[in-house]
């Protein structure tokens, strides 16, 4: 039976290392257990995975218990094993006396697990950042070591391992180091830097073995600088960016922070900033309301046709309801059982989610329907050596060029840049990528009138001329993305190859900035302007990317947002693009107060606010009026705007 709830558990000193995941606590705690601190027997320890191969040295009772905690007290139940994703710092005073009762019970068995006379216990936890009140609130003589580490850093590997946007991972790592430092300041604790450990293993780890000898904790002993040498792999800070170039991407609030952590005495409030408190409430929200769809989605199989990201079974049950559909109206249009036939068209149309056709619908027209649907999926693996160009066309783009191009080659796609003769570094910045990625520059001539016709007649006659399989209009200030992550654009394209379709509609995500963080005008602009609104994604209008066609394809007609040519199958789930509007008022500014269009293109309806834009119309929205990108898996096409900010 567990002991009363105000005695401490633990009959043997023990030393609890914290600090945020990623952060090097997995190396400290592997240094620790050399000088003779018991974690207990390696069967009770988590195995290694690919992304801490030496093992990251937290039993896997103390996870299981941390990760209870943090989701007892969560506003709603996050994933599994994610509960330090969603958790906030833990108050035992909000804890009712059956849960104490339970994680009392639990850490009462791990403890005895641990125990041996005279040797002290060692644990480690990144959760204990938020869960550590209420094990201090059932333990005594315990030592903290708390390990810190640059956040930029932090939020790179968080981004590689849990593909986090930079933004919430320093968010993230504000959040529990905030909660690690003012929680244990009433306990023994040292402070160690990752990057000393690093750099001085000898020198770090002595000072810190030497403080616990202080504490009380006797009989540790150093590893050799030959054992130090074999555990630690030497990685450069920063993940092979410098230290300055990361500390430039936090918020002044982070900055600070940071520097405040190598002050003698820290002067360190337990609440976040509010730029991290926003930044996380909009992420949680995001996560929320994407459970919330993919639980109700599971529940009705007509929702699970209509999800954006269908899996390769549904697909194929997909493909193969539109194939028994045209063979069943095939048999049909031998019968005069007329009735039956609009009935089954009806029904489905309804598993297409389209409107069911009225009742004069002939079957010529159904038929003409189901081949929009396209056709069931071939057997056999898709291409492999499909080659996609992005045709890209530009007038001063120097701010987006290089991300743009970075991004594309990075999912495999090639590229071709139109260049409208820019005056900035526009080619500069493009030159780079020869070779790597970037097929050919070439100069429109410009003219005193920006003409989009010319621009994508140059698009469609460089489709002609180039080596390519697919292509795709797009415009520098982009960054398309396959419709799930997982795959790569070129994988995905090569599967609507495979599935017999020849165009594809994009899902266009404005991306603007907003009263809280109103400039972006930086190279870094897609890591921090994060907050976007979805534009006109009830219709089919950006339907950009194309198969090589036999014959002539038009993009002029539509302004260039609509491919079309005879025979034109659209793939049935839309991808998506960001769409970098403008990075700040001063950038909106620049780029489309000075433009002017050739009047017939005005008369078309082309251009809209681009004309001139005036500096009056330039008003921010406020972050709660936008949906946060908290990566690919969070983007959310609805509910959209039907015209855009500065409109």
């Known amino acids: 039976m567990s002991s009363s709830p105000d005695t401490p558990l633990n009959r043997v000193s023990g030393v609890l290392v914290l600090g945020m995941h990623r952060s090097g606590t997995s190396l400290t705690a592997r240094l620790l257990r050399e000088t003779g601190l018991w974690a207990g027997e390696t069967e009770a320890l988590l195995p290694s995975v690919e992304s801490n191969p030496d093992g990251s040295g937290e ?12 989701k007892h007290m969560a506003p709603f139940p996050p994933p599994e094993w994610t509960g330090w994703l969603y958790g906030a710092p833990v108050d035992p005073e909000h804890l009712d006396s059956a849960a104490l009762l339970h994680f009392r019970s639990h850490l009462e068995a791990i403890l005895r697990d641990l125990e041996q006379p005279g040797r002290p216990w060692l644990l480690k936890d990144p959760r204990l950042c938020l869960t550590f009140p209420l094990w201090a609130a059932c333990l005594d003589s315990v030592h903290v070591v708390l390990v810190t580490r640059n956040p930029a850093s932090i939020a790179h590997s968080l981004r590689a391992r849990n593909h986090l946007p930079f933004s919430i991972g320093t968010a993230l790592w504000e959040r529990d180091i905030r909660a690690a430092f003012t929680s244990t300041e009433q306990t023994p604790r040292s402070r160690i830097a990752y990057e000393d450990l690093l750099q001085a293993p000898t020198r770090t780890l002595s000072g810190l073995v030497e403080e ?30 410098t230290a300055s170039a990361q500390t430039e991407l936090l918020t002044p609030a982070q900055r600070h922070l940071f520097e405040e952590l190598a002050a003698p005495r820290p002067d360190i409030s337990a609440q976040p900033s509010l730029g991290a408190r926003l930044a996380l409430d909009d992420f949680y929200a995001r996560r929320e309301i994407e459970g919330k769809e993919r639980t109700a989605a599971v529940e009705s199989s007509e929702q699970l046709l209509r999800m954006r990201r269908m899996d390769e079974q549904t697909m194929r049950t997909y493909y193969g309801l539109a194939c028994d559909y045209e063979r069943c109206t095939r048999e049909l249009l031998g019968s005069k059982r007329w009735r039956i036939g609009s009935t089954l068209a009806r029904f489905a149309d309804r598993i297409r989610t389209e409107p069911p056709p009225p009742p004069e619908e002939t079957f010529g027209s159904i038929q ?42 990075s999912h ?14 526009t080619v500069e910045h493009a030159q780079r990528f020869l070779g790597k990625g970037l097929i050919g520059i070439e100069t429109l001539p410009k ?11 140059a698009k469609l006659r460089a489709a002609d001329a180039l080596d390519g399989d697919w292509f795709i209009n797009h415009d520098p200030d982009e960054m398309r993305l396959p419709p799930s992550p997982g795959k790569s654009l070129l994988e995905w394209i090569a599967q609507v190859d495979h599935e017999g379709f020849n165009a594809v509609n994009f899902h266009e995500l404005t991306y603007v900035p907003c009263v809280e963080s109103p400039n972006h005008d930086h190279p870094e602009f897609y890591r921090t302007m994060r907050w976007y609104y979805p534009f006109r994604t009830d219709a089919v209008r950006q339907m950009k990317c194309w198969k090589r066609q036999p014959g002539p ?95």
Do not use: M
């Open 59 to 70: 039993r896997e009772d103390v996870v299981a218990l941390n990760e209870w905690v943090l």
């Open 212 to 241: 616990l000898r202080h504490s009380g904790f006797d009989g540790l002993a150093l590893p050799s600088n030959d054992e130090l040498t074999t555990r630690i792999r030497p990685r450069p800070i920063g993940q092979g960016e």
């Open 368 to 409: 003409r329907r189901l081949q929009r649907v396209g056709p069931p999926r071939p057997s056999g693996p898709a291409r492999r050596d499909l080659k996609v160009v992005a045709l890209l066309g530009s007038f001063n783009e120097e701010r987006f060029i290089g991300p743009c191009l970075e991004h594309l080659i």
């Open 412 to 425: 495999g796609l090639e590229a071709y840049l139109i260049d409208n003769e820019s005056t900035d570094a």
């Open 447 to 457: 003219k005193a009138e920006f003409s989009w016709t010319e621009l994508l007649e």
């Open 553 to 647: 394809v038009d993009l002029v007609r539509s302004g260039g947002h609509q491919v079309d040519f005879e025979g034109l199958q659209r793939f049935p789930i839309s991808f998506y693009f960001r769409h970098y509007l403008f990075l700040s008022p001063e950038h909106a500014l620049r780029k489309y107060g000075n433009r002017v269009f050739p009047q017939q293109e005005l008369d078309a309806g082309w251009h809209h606010w681009r004309h001139r834009l005036p500096a009056d119309r330039i008003r921010l929205p406020r972050a709660s009026d936008l949906q946060f990108d908290s990566g690919p898996a969070s983007l959310n096409p609805y509910p959209c705007r039907q015209e855009h900010v500065l409109a």
